[in-house]
């Protein structure tokens, strides 16, 4: 299959997997500790654990797994107002798949459907837009989240509604920005990253200019990495040898897709529709400054948070959860209080068990082979 | 209950049946009087014919000595079927349920010979769609060998169910010396599946038309039971046969895993996959493993009958694309994928629905 199968190619996996090791071999700050490189997108992470690479690299390499699953660092709070936008008697509700299961204080969108509520799963917001034509007398909401991945499909899903003069849609923006994230996780006293591979997906939108600071003012080599396995081996690599030659410069693996430039229409539209919020609430990071967006008076009418009540609590992560710890890296999915005790992906108490792309779901999933295999050989 | 056999009975087809002359059913064609009688006459009884099905008894019964004549055990079954979109390429519930259940009975190695349909069916349900369900169910069951010979039919009111759910339970007979069992898997044996994986939830999903895909993917919706019987009669020690349905493979080779108390390895590389169904998934974010399948089978056999059972499974048309994805090792209920890289990874039960990703 094309743009498939040249990523996955078993001959290249191994030379890969042996020249990260021997490059390893070579570096001398790996005698001591394990190197730490943090994997900031979710989609890694999912990739990480579908093909096992945690367990084909060499032990001191330590893959820490990052904030950048939108799902989950979604706080019960946001999940709670979802809800009772979703409960009033006229509203189509529609989310991406995989928020449908996040738990706020009481319960997910799926509990929320199941008490009645229309919540409808789409593929995109033009789906949720073209809900709103066919059936006018509803009013339908698309529960908007993501990072600049997701941002400009909503921002241009709101410029052809405001075209077409639509008034039955709106959207609930959770949309957040992975810049001050990183900022505030390598700020963050307890933590120790060698380096980083860097969001490609996002920088498909906001190019590898934004993620300078990595490099300049915290000292840390990142590689913008493409999603497939070998995408994944070969950026390791490009970090490794940074780090061996002491550099710490952005470099983009992720060419074929994420120019360094940014995608030009897509920051326009982003531009036009969204401004910053002073913060917004991470799921086990807390509030972060400017890390959200909301809608510029402007779209007014197709914000949800201005076209209903909303409650706007904020509601504290349950005491015993560890998402943040685990998020940053201070502590191993499975070393959290509750893993796979209080907290499992049938009944999550953090959203981390809850996406695919999170790192407890995925270590609950995919990943008791490598730790078992890891503890064995501690 | 509405249909039953006697054998030797007059044929249906002599019989002066009702009619059914409004376009779509009604409360009235659940009531239990004439309304009721020529809809179940018109669509399933016409639909249904056999020379067993005649006088319409409470039950139908069926002659012990002839049943024992083929084996030594029953095999009874029951499934119910609530697909939508009714008809999908490929199928349709009709075919589905008849499929389905004759699959049930065939991989516990009996030879399916009877099944009973019961609809429940929505108000303003069209007649037309009835009938071409029940002649989908008909001519299913007449190419596979069994008869439809017991039903029942209720009305619900509108938006109480959607459209036609349909529950067929079955009755087959399992030849002396037939032993197959989910807990029999051992360290040592290899499993094999029948074909592609994950057509059939991959045309479901297609069909629904919420994802604006346009595929080319049918569902593999067939009867197994003459599969089944040439793999049985050429690697007659076979432990283990499951079909792979609701979960895909990766649920049903869990739970061999789990009652056997084994561990199962497979290997990426090895699962068969039609290109559309690899797109589909890559698309969105799909793992073909947990894709439903209405025509392929999990078997374990023993090393020792690998090549056999391979070359029976090829040799049939529903087996052309058979392969050994992977074997059985000594464990505790755990099933591991060997990928591309050499690395493996944990293939456990799915949670839930499989959610599609979002980055």
């Known amino acids: 299959m094309k743009y498939v ?37 979710g989609g890694h992470t999912h990739s990480i654990f579908r093909y096992g690479i945690e367990g084909i690299l060499p032990k001191e390499i330590e893959l820490v797994h990052g904030p950048g699953c939108p799902v989950c660092v979604l706080p019960r709070g946001r999940i709670d107002d979802c809800i009772a936008i979703a409960s009033r008697p006229n509203v189509i509700l529609t989310t991406f798949g995989d928020a449908i299961r996040v738990p706020g204080s009481t319960k997910s969108l799926l509990g929320a459907k199941a008490d009645g509520a229309d919540v409808r799963m789409v593929y995109s917001p033009s789906d949720a837009l073209g809900l709103a034509r066919r059936f006018p007398d509803r009013e339908v909401v698309f529960f908007g989240i993501g990072f600049e991945t997701t941002m400009p499909s909503t921002a241009l899903t709101i410029l052809a509604a405001e075209a077409d003069g639509i008034r039955n849609f709106s959207v609930f923006c959770n949309h957040i920005t992975i810049v001050p994230t990183i900022k505030a996780i390598l700020d963050s006293p307890d933590l120790q990253l060698d380096g980083f591979l860097g969001p490609g997906h996002v920088a498909m939108v906001v190019g590898t200019a934004p993620f300078a600071f990595v490099a300049d003012h915290y000292k840390r080599p990142m590689v913008v990495a493409g999603f497939e396995p070998l995408d994944v081996l070969q950026s390791l690599w490009m970090v490794l040898s940074q780090i061996k ?9 992720y060419a074929r897709i994420a120019p360094d430039g940014g995608n030009g229409p897509a920051l326009r539209a982003v531009a036009a529709v969204y401004e910053l919020r002073e913060f917004f609430e991470w799921r086990g990071l807390g509030s972060i400054d400017h890390s959200g967006v909301r809608l510029r008076d402007a779209y007014a009418r197709f914000d949800a948070e201005r076209k209903f009540a909303i409650p706007n609590v904020t509601i504290a992560d349950p005491l015993s959860c560890q998402c943040g710890e685990v998020l940053k890296g201070v502590i191993k999915p499975w070393q959290c209080k509750v893993f796979g005790a209080g907290c499992t992906p049938e009944v999550p108490l953090g959203a981390l068990m809850v996406s695919s792309e999170g790192a407890c779901a995925a270590y609950y999933q995919y990943g008791g082979l490598n730790r078992t295999k890891r503890q064995a050989s501690a | 209950m509405h249909q039953a056999i006697v054998t030797g009975a007059e044929p249906i087809a002599a019989r002066r049946l009702g009619r059914v002359h409004v376009k779509a059913v009604t409360l009235a064609h659940g009531g239990g009087g004439k309304a009721m009688k020529d809809l179940i ?46 008809f999908f390429p490929g199928g349709d519930i009709g075919k589905l349920a008849v499929c389905g259940t004759i699959n049930d009975l065939a991989v516990g190695g009996a030879i399916p010979l009877y099944l009973s349909c019961a609809a429940i069916l929505e108000e303003g349900v069209p007649l037309e769609l009835l009938r071409r369900v029940a002649r989908s169910m008909a001519e299913t069951a007449r190419e596979a060998g069994v008869e439809i010979v017991t039903g029942d039919t209720k009305v619900v009111q509108r938006g109480a169910c959607d459209k036609l759910f349909l529950t067929t339970t079955g009755i087959g007979v399992i030849p002396r010396g037939i032993h197959l069992s989910i ?25 629904r038309g919420d994802l604006l895909l346009d595929s080319l993917i049918e569902s593999d919706c067939a009867a197994l039971h003459g599969l089944v019987r040439n793999l049985l009669a050429a690697a007659p020690g076979t432990r283990t046969l499951r079909d792979a349905t609701r979960g895909g493979i990766a649920t049903v080779l869990n739970e061999i895993a789990d009652a056997a108390g084994v561990d199962i390895e497979i290997d990426d590389e090895a699962t068969p996959l039609r290109r559309e169904v690899r797109g589909f998934c890559e698309i969105l974010g799909l793992d073909p493993l947990y894709l439903a399948n209405e025509g392929k089978i999990v078997a374990v056999v023993p090393q020792t009958e690998a090549r056999a059972a391979l070359e029976a499974l090829r040799a049939h048309p529903l087996g052309r694309d058979a392969v050994v994805i992977g074997e059985v090792r000594a464990g505790h209920g755990r099933v591991t994928m060997r990928t591309f890289t050499g690395g493996t990874r944990i293939v456990d039960m799915l949670v839930g629905e499989q959610l599609p990703r979002i980055c």
């Not at chain 1, 730490?36 to 997108?41: A, N, P, S």
């Not at chain 2, 807990?183 to 991959?202: Q, T």
Request: glycine residues 6%; negative net charge.
């Open chain 2, 41 to 86: 006459d018109d669509v399933f009884v016409s639909a249904f014919d056999n020379a067993a099905l005649a006088p319409l008894e409470d039950q139908a019964r069926l002659d012990l000595a002839a049943l024992a004549r083929r084996g030594d055990r029953l095999a009874f079954t029951t499934d119910s079927f609530v697909v939508d979109p009714l």
């Open chain 2, 183 to 207: 807990a029999d898997a051992r360290p040592g044996d290899v499993v094999l599946v029948n074909g592609v994986l994950g057509d059939h939830g991959a045309a479901i999903l297609a069909a």
């Open chain 1, 5 to 41: 199968d040249e990523y996955r190619d078993r001959e290249k996996a191994q030379t890969l997997t042996r020249a990260i090791a021997s490059l390893v071999a070579s570096i001398p700050l790996a005698i001591d500790r394990p190197l730490k490189v943090m994997e900031v997108c």
């Open chain 1, 245 to 253: 030659e002491g550099r710490a410069d952005i470099e983009n693996q």
